[in-house]
């Protein structure tokens, strides 16, 4: 195939601003992200708003079946071309993967999730990949790409100013790291924020915790920080109560409570 900017110049493509749009278009670059879940050959991978195709490309020489969900119909024939490069390894979904249940497009089997996120939704969709009922989940990895600043929230430490519930939820059952970053000029037109690649895994989820109930304490907790615990989940039956058994000082905030007593309070309220 010709190089992919040549193949976007061609087709008169642009990046939609509104869309969250940055093309990326150094395949060595490409290639790197597409290794980061390991051997993807038979694999199925899914993956959001791969626009012109360039990480696309990357996953399917790697011999991945790539199910690919996109809204920008501008796209749709460049990928188009690339299914008839890699026949029988890819399908393309014209729609928002935000209304896709990923689940059921893979018929119930094991996946990876590798996307370039669009940095308007890559946040709801990471969080709810993070929350499904049923634990482990389908899928078997997470290679995500986000804004720098989002990225060190997904791995940062208690009683940090990038500490907050997006560490909870992604620490509590996963195991999160940044293997790579990506600098601004690596992309067309370049973003005016810093890139960095999260990867993710499943681990065991710890027994006896709802995740909805975890989810909720830490949506009241964060969401007013400045706050003492006390104030900030007293909406929460019993939760006060719950802290003095647990001894956790109800005069902290709630950037001050690790991940483990966040864990800990859920499986108390759990009971």
Request: with cysteine; proline share 8%; hydrophobic share 45%.
């Amino acid at each position: 195939m010709p190089p992919l900017r040549e193949t976007v110049r061609a087709h008169g493509l642009s990046a939609s601003k509104a869309l969250g749009q940055n093309f990326l278009f150094d395949e060595q670059l490409l290639d790197r992200i597409a290794a980061l879940p390991g051997d993807l050959k038979g694999a199925t991978v899914f993956e959001v708003g791969p626009g012109p195709g360039g990480l696309t490309r990357a996953l399917l020489r790697a011999g991945a079946r790539v199910i690919a969900v996109e809204r920008d119909d501008r796209c749709l024939p460049l990928l188009a071309e690339l299914g008839e490069v890699f026949p029988g390894q890819l399908m393309v979904i014209a729609d928002d993967a935000m209304a896709v249940d990923v689940d059921a497009l893979t018929g119930g089997e094991p996946y990876h999730i590798v996307a370039n996120l669009p940095y308007n939704v890559g946040t709801a969709l990471f969080t709810r990949w993070l929350e499904p009922k049923a634990w482990p989940p389908r899928w078997l990895s997470l290679t995500l790409m986000f804004q720098a600043e989002v990225a060190e929230r997904i791995i940062a430490k208690p009683d940090t100013s990038a500490y907050g519930r997006l560490s909870v939820l992604s620490q509590w059952r996963t195991t999160a790291k940044i293997p790579m970053r990506v600098h601004r000029s690596a992309f067309t037109p370049p973003p005016k924020v810093m890139s960095a690649i999260i990867h993710v895994t499943p681990g065991e989820q710890p027994e006896g915790v709802k995740p909805a109930l975890l989810s909720k304490l830490t949506e009241k907790g964060f969401g007013q920080r400045r706050k003492m615990l006390r104030q900030s989940l007293k909406g929460v039956e019993g939760a006060v109560a719950a802290l003095e058994t647990l001894g956790i000082d109800p005069t902290r905030r709630a950037e001050t409570v690790t991940v483990a007593e966040w864990v800990a309070l859920a499986r108390t309220l759990s009971a």
